[in-house]
């Protein structure tokens, strides 16, 4: 496991953030069952993947079987049972980035990264897959780091997205993370 | 920040507030917001749909179906609540027009919103944006956060006594989730399989509730509707297609972006003068019209206005506005290979015409375009295509069919080509890879 995952087999699996964030996210829903899916998308952000303390949690957490929880959550193809790294790149591929040369930009994240489809860098800071059209086309080709979108790229243009990222995770700050601590920041609006 | 666009022959009405800061309440304020919402507090709910069926308004998402019809089918009494449901899930390949408005003007959907509940009677809508817009879904969350904290949404909206709420919510990548009833499991937490219909989401939908589900342009455009009045809204289209639509013009074009045209506007224009033409001098080879699950048109067959009905004429659809522009560089075999292969990875795999068929096709399309094709193939893949259509729970396969059979008719000679050793008579170093899973 990559020193920037914590084990989170030894750690409370929700931070106390996460724990608050589900308490006001069950709140708001007519049913409490419809806070499953952003709730594993929001435990993976912190966790990194959906490990079985967080699909046992989440279980707990909902009141439905953890087998309930696998059988959703393996439907949706953001969501991973295994870690990925801190900065996740998913190279859109689809018709509209193709078109405008996005197996270019793909070859070349895989030529600097020297990671193939779903590979994991060594240091654990980059992972890289091909993904399904994510919204931009009209800027395409189009790159989403974590949730970070890059528009209109280059090959050129790879080196200096990934030494972007590369100083971030020096600097210990995952992308999710960060996330986290700015929707917390916020009041709930109900 | 995606980069805005402008040509002159935009109208621009849903899109008018872009790159004004209207993301800011006190800025969409100030450029006319929440007007249209405290005009319809003054009036009852039978005028506002009606306003609704006169615009002419016919659903973004893509299948054009009247808005204010759909609105009046919700019953008026019901035990159940009733619910609003905001279509965000945005995921046909070629569109993108909705992170614009999510993006520039979220208190237009939250407006939309409460106009749609004060007519049909619901109490609650829910925003449903798909998981990989995060940063939308955080600006949206600040949107409705404001308009609670002024009093806009909540208990006593504007004072008025009534009563409206509004949830956003995240998916988490699936395009069936785009599917309505799919994207009511998916708000249920459950797995994103489509209902059996009929019952129809106005009668029973989420939670078993009558519930009014539109696309977020749809949402978004109903603020304008009522501030413009129905008639000169529908003045702006063509018969019985009112107003403007956000195209996303994607692919081999000069200037791509998402430009807001009248409904009815020619097609050739679109292409080569509001987007420049075709990237580098070269030549148009196709036009996927509106989004993947579209029929291509040659460039013979461009000479059309962009409406539900005149590109239904012409033998595709305007489906959700998403013009996807090919050159004469491009071979169509790996393109239609990458579009099969998105249905195949998005098949919730319920039904067996939908789950086999497009798994066969992607299957026979790789091959055949690695060059390992046989010539029975091409009829093979077309009579497969053809016998899903319409043989599917949802349309999913549908639209993996009809794209499919499109390609292979208009380019037949191409897929021929591809056999006897002549792989692909475009080939580019490093064939496609297609490693999503
Ligand atoms: C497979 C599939 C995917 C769909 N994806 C979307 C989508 O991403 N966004 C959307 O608004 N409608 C989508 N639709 C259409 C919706 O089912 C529904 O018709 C639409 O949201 C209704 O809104 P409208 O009447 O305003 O268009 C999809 C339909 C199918 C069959
Ligand atoms: S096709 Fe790549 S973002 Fe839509």
Redesign the pocket.
Known sequence: MSPNHPNPESIPVFSPQLAARFDALVQKYPVKRSALIPMLLYAQDEVGYLSDAVVAEVARRIGITELEVRNVATYYSMLRFRPAGQFNIQVCTNISCLLRGAYEVYERFQEELGVGPHGVTPDGVFSLEEVECVGACCWAPAVQVNYDFHDELKPDLVPGILSGYRGKAKAGNNGASSLEKKANSKEPHA | MPRLVSHPDEVKIVSRRFGMGAEKIDRYLELGGYEAVMKCLAQDSDWIINEMKASNL????????S?GM?WSFVPRQSAKPKYI?V??????PG?CK?HLIFLHDPHSVIEGTIIAGLAVGAKMGFIYL?GEYRYLLEITERAVADAYQRGFLGKNIFGSGKEFEIITQTGAGA?????????MESLEGKRGV?RIKPPFPAVVGLYGGPTV???????ATVPHVINMGAAAYAAVGTPRNGGTRLFSISGHVERPGVYELPMGYNLKKMIYEVAGGIRGGRNLKAVVPGGS?TPVLLPQEIDIGMDFDQVGKAGSMLG?GGVVVIDDQTCIVEFALRTISFYAH?SCGWCIPCREGTDWLKKSLTRFHAGFGAPSDIDNMQYLAENMLGRTF???G??AAMPTIAFIKKFRKEFEDHLNGKPCPFAREGVLQLTVV
């Open positions: 016919r659903g973004r998402g893509g299948a054009g179906f808005a759909k449901l279509n965000g899930d945005e995921s046909e569109t909705d798909r395009y069936e989730v785009g599917e309505e009833s799919a994207l489509p589900i539109n696309n977020a342009e749809t949402i699950s959700s998005e949802c349309p999913l549908d639209a």
